[in-house]
C-alpha cells in the first residue's frame, strides 16, 4: 500500500515561504504520480489548496493562486508545496493526498507566528 509523509518545518515567521514535502513511500510509489494539498484550519474544515496532475499541469484555490505551488521531484518521490508571503491565517495542518483521495498522509502542523 502506498504512504504518504509530510514534512516541513512546524513554525514559519509571518511573510515567509513555507514549503512542505510529501514523500511517497512503500507500494508502487510510481503509480502516485497526481498530488493534492490540502489544509484544516485550527476549528475549521477542510480546504483543498491545490492539485498536480500527472501532466504537470497545477491548479490551485483561486484565493491562494500566485501564492502556491506544487513541483515534483521524480527521483525522490517527492511532491513539494511552496506557499509564499504567509500569515497567521495560514496555520494550518497540511494534508497531502493522492489523486483520488483513496490516499492521505498524517498530516503537519504548521503555525505560522513570530
Known amino acids: 500500500q502506498v504512504q504518504l509523509q509530510e514534512s516541513g518545518p512546524g513554525l514559519v515567521k509571518p511573510s515567509q515561504t513555507l514549503s512542505l514535502t510529501c514523500t511517497v513511500s512503500?507500494?508502487?510509489?510510481?503509480?502516485?504520480?497526481?498530488i493534492h494539498w490540502i489544509r484544516q484550519p485550527p476549528g475549521k474544515g477542510l480546504e483543498w489548496m491545490g492539485r498536480?496532475?500527472?501532466?504537470?499541469?497545477?491548479y490551485y484555490r483561486p484565493g491562494l493562486r500566485g501564492r502556491t505551488s506544487i513541483s515534483r521531484d521524480t527521483a525522490k518521490n517527492q511532491f513539494t508545496l511552496q506557499l509564499t508571503s504567509v500569515s497567521p491565517e495560514d496555520t494550518a495542518v497540511y494534508y497531502c493526498?493522492?489523486?483520488?483521495?483513496?490516499?492521505w498522509g498524517q498530516g503537519t502542523l504548521v503555525t505560522v507566528s513570530s
Open positions: 493526498a493522492s489523486r483520488y483521495l483513496e490516499v
Open positions: 512503500s507500494g508502487s510509489t510510481t503509480s502516485v504520480n497526481s
Open positions: 498536480r496532475a500527472s501532466s504537470g499541469n497545477t
